[in-house]
């Protein structure tokens, strides 16, 4: 990992997360920019209209080397957050539910002078990566955040894509480009994404990674949109659960403050990419 190239909030992810345990920080700190994205994927334009959707994947033999332990250190601020939103919601839900069933016994003159009460939105930065091709459009339309697919398992949640009620093989391809998804249904006519916007961070081993991975597939894109980030060793010593530390809470906070600011920010912010 070339340190001299971290940014100094990345920097310091390293420094506390140093005696968390030996997971290393060449698979801490991808992890922890696949949650940012969850955060800021939707808020970021590029050229030509540019989202930055993004496929981590981490590889690495069984057991030694800590893929799972370090998307789980590096999503600790996001899952707080996370936490919190849950429980926003399930307020705003109760106080919506009291209005509504307020305002449905109202007459009918007078319903028809007082709005209705809307329905409040939950807010995922997490998002679930089990899922129908139906739920994947109600996920992505009613989320007003970019959001995060994470899978322990990579090879699991790749074949779960290819079931016959899934069927989002093709529909992941698209996503990843950001481009316009469409879908017609009995009940509710013509289901539309408009730029879709979501992130993929994962772990597997070569072995489950190549037994889901179709001849087709090796051809039609999916490869081209992975970032692979590769360990072969362990590159920290192996460091004893009685011996870890905390991470310190501080960290946290700031992370939770800064991811929060993020969410509360209403607008876009266009990159400009120069030539060079």
């Known amino acids: 990992l070339p340190k001299n190239k971290l940014t100094k909030s990345l920097s310091e992810l390293v420094e506390v997360t140093q005696d968390t345990s030996d997971a290393p920080d060449e698979f801490i700190i991808p992890s922890f920019l696949a949650y940012w994205n969850s955060v800021v994927g939707n808020k970021l334009i590029g050229p030509n209209e540019l989202r930055t959707n993004i496929n981590i994947i981490l590889f690495a033999k069984s ?18 957050v996370q936490k919190e939103l849950d429980e ?16 449905s016994g109202l007459l009918l003159r007078q319903r028809a002078q007082a709005p209705e009460p809307i329905a409040p939105l939950r807010r995922n930065i997490i998002l679930s990566s089990d899922f129908s091709d139906a739920g994947f459009f109600v996920m992505m339309q009613n989320n007003p955040v970019s959001g995060i697919i994470v899978t322990g398992e990579y090879a699991d949640y790749h074949k779960k894509l290819h079931r016959d009620i899934t069927g989002m093989s093709d ?11 469409s879908r017609i249904t009995r009940l509710y006519g013509e289901e539309i994404i408009d730029n879709p916007t979501f992130s993929i961070l994962g772990a597997t081993t070569f072995g489950n990674f190549r037994k889901v991975f179709s001849g087709g597939e090796k051809e039609n894109g999916t490869l081209q949109r992975i970032l692979a980030v590769v360990l072969l ?44």
């Not at 250190?73 to 707080?80: T, V, W």
């Open 63 to 80: 057991t030694n080397i800590r893929k799972s332990t370090s998307i789980k250190i590096a999503g600790l601020a996001f899952y707080k």
């Open 88 to 103: 926003e919601f399930e307020l705003l839900l109760r106080d919506y539910q009291q209005s509504h069933s307020a305002w």
């Open 171 to 181: 529909a992941m391809l698209l996503a990843y480009d950001n481009e316009r998804m």
């Open 233 to 276: 060793k362990s590159t920290k010593e192996r460091r004893y659960f009685l011996n870890r530390s905390k991470i310190d809470e501080s960290f946290i906070r700031n992370i939770s403050e800064q991811i929060n600011n993020w969410l509360d920010y209403d607008d876009e912010i266009e990159i400009v990419v120069s030539d060079n």
